[in-house]
């Protein structure tokens, strides 16, 4: 058959034969499509082998393009592969009616969602997903389903509503130490305070949340040795110095206890020491002495400057002039020097300040009984009474000047004494790395030796093969404590690295508050002194006015409280005559 391809638009032959079957079989009754858009529907199924030739490949695609618009026409006949498209995105434009199934329904939605018709209409194509969708209704109509999303995690939002920590602070234990209610026990020569050390903790290593023991000076002595020896290198808060003389002094004995509770709390505070045995011995044990002995007895080599060395069978004694290679330590020894210096120079100035405060309330206290005296001699209540009153003013300013002192010691005075002592602790952090040093120094030079003996072993043959194997183990060994010792000379140096800086930052702190606790206490007793001469001479004016300034109380058989005015105004009157005649 020959036809006119110029009469078709793609220039095919396929698409007049196949125009009489797509009619039909698609119902179109618009005639406002062309009909040569239906063989580019039914063209795919028609399988024809004259369509299939390679020189009409570029016109499918065109009828592909120009098949798109057929989805936005309505079709009947649902067997077409085009018919749901069709079908949904028609009823997408319209409106829908109550008899209209779910899927048309659900799909008229997606013409009021903000996303493309066409993209949610084909998502909106399966039946399950339009079946589990459940639309709810507001004032405005039916509401548009909402995104899908993963499974919801609630055990992990149960965990993210709780507060959240660091595992640092939720694994670290929190302890809360007092030291107080010092007493005295013991006969004349063996007396001494003991003190009542009370803790409550969070840790799982003690028995229980909350207790309490008993423990005197010497006690906290042997906690602090013991922890630097079981730590090298870390800086551990010390106690306060012996005293031989004025020790049951109550002053004293309340600066003491403020500083071991100072000490107990910087070391439960402490990440490394917290962690330490001695430590729970001291703060739980009942049988403190006996404790310490059997550890003693277990432990017989752990003495003083032993502990990590002597794990590793080094010798920590002796050793050269250590010369210090690293610029930061040598830096930090210079400071540490200097501070020294001066937080002593400041104590002693201290001290001078505390001293002169006490003379000044002993002298005040002195002027007050003179004027008691005084007071109880003159015979004219209008001048006894301000004398008495002023007397008892003074007396009032000598407890206030002995409270101020005291202050004072317990304010700033606990902590220069306290970084004084602290500064004495990093020293001896420091002469422990030294002596790691010397240890690491000493490994080496004893490997040498070692080496050299091998070398003169195996220059010799084999006749002396068991003395080369003994010399291959020692050096073996004196390889392994070389290493052991570099580990740590170097470990030790990283410890006391963050140490260090931990000194410098609670430095600045504890200064900090100690500085201005003695500013608002020094504050405070200026103002209750001010008040105390204003009420006295508020006191002394009204006294000038004819009322007296104090009302004796009457002694039995003596004039009542009556008398005591009139006595007052005859003593003043002659005065004030005295004056107008002049």
């Not at 106690?239 to 000490?263: C, H, I, W, Y």
């Amino acid at each position: 058959m020959d036809l006119d391809t110029g009469a078709s638009p793609w220039g095919d032959e396929p698409s007049h034969s196949l125009d009489s079957h797509s009619k039909p079989k698609n119902g179109i009754q618009d005639s406002g499509f062309s009909l040569p858009a239906a063989p580019a529907q039914v063209a795919p199924s028609a399988g024809s082998p004259e369509v299939r030739t390679p020189g009409r490949r570029v016109p499918r695609g065109t009828r592909k393009i120009s098949a798109q618009a057929t989805r936005l026409e309505a079709v009947d006949n649902t067997v077409d592969p085009l018919g749901p498209l069709g079908e949904a995105t028609a009823d997408a434009s319209a409106t829908p009616s109550d008899e209209a199934p779910a899927p048309p329904q659900k799909e008229s939605l997606a013409a009021r969602s903000p996303q493309p018709p066409s993209t949610f209409s084909q998502t909106s194509s399966g039946a399950g997903l339009a079946d589990s969708v459940t639309l709810e209704e507001d004032g405005a109509g039916f509401r548009g389903p909402p995104p899908v999303q993963p499974p919801v995690d609630f055990e992990g939002l149960k965990r993210q509503s709780q507060p959240s920590m660091s595992v640092e602070q939720a694994a670290k234990p929190t302890f809360d130490i007092s030291v107080g209610d010092p007493h005295k026990v013991g006969d004349l020569t063996s007396s001494h305070i003991v003190y009542q050390v009370r803790t409550r903790t969070t840790s799982k290593a003690y028995r229980l949340p909350e207790f309490s023991v008993s423990r005197r000076y010497r006690d906290f002595l042997w906690l602090y040795n013991s922890l630097h020896n079981n730590n090298p290198g870390v800086v551990v808060a010390p106690p306060p110095e012996k005293q031989a003389v004025g020790r049951f002094d109550t002053n004293f004995v309340e600066s003491r206890r403020a500083a071991l509770e100072r000490m107990l709390n910087k070391i439960a505070s402490h990440q490394i020491l917290q962690q330490d045995g001695d430590l729970k011995i001291f703060l739980e044990s009942e049988a403190f002495n006996v404790d310490v002995k059997n550890k003693e007895n277990r432990e017989p080599d752990l003495g003083q400057s032993k502990g990590m060395f002597s794990t590793f069978g080094i010798s920590v004694g002796g050793g050269g002039k250590f010369v210090e290679h690293d610029d930061w330590f040598h830096d930090r020894k210079i400071y540490l020097d200097a501070l020294e210096t001066q937080l002593k120079a400041l104590l002693k100035s201290m001290d001078t300040v505390v001293a002169q405060r006490k003379g000044l309330s002993e002298a005040a206290g002195d002027f007050s009984s003179s004027l008691h005296a005084l007071a109880a001699v003159e015979l004219s209540p209008a001048l006894a009474s301000p004398l008495d009153g002023l007397s008892e003013l003074q007396f009032r300013i000598k407890e206030l000047y002995e409270r101020q002192a005291q202050q004072d010691v317990l304010t700033l005075g606990i902590t220069i004494d306290e970084y004084i002592r602290l500064i004495g602790s990093v020293k001896t952090a420091f002469s422990q790395r030294q002596k790691a040093f010397h240890s690491w120094h000493a490994a080496e030079s004893d490997l040498q030796k070692r080496k050299n003996t091998q070398e003169k072993l195996l220059r010799q043959g084999k006749s002396q093969q068991d003395r080369l194997n003994q010399a291959n183990a020692d050096v073996a060994d004196a390889e392994r404590k070389v290493h052991q010792t570099r580990l740590l000379f170097e470990d030790m140096g990283r410890l006391m690295r963050g140490e260090l800086q931990k000194f410098e930052k609670e430095k600045v702190e504890d200064f900090k508050s100690g500085v201005e606790t003695f500013l608002e206490s020094a504050v405070e007793a200026q103002k209750e002194l001010i008040e105390l001469w204003e009420t006295f001479l508020l006191r002394l004016d009204a006294g000038e006015d004819g009322v007296p300034y104090y009302m004796p109380e009457p002694a039995a058989g003596e004039i009542g409280e009556a008398s005591a005015p009139d006595s007052a105004a005859s003593a003043i009157e002659p005065a004030h005559i005295t004056e107008d005649d002049a």
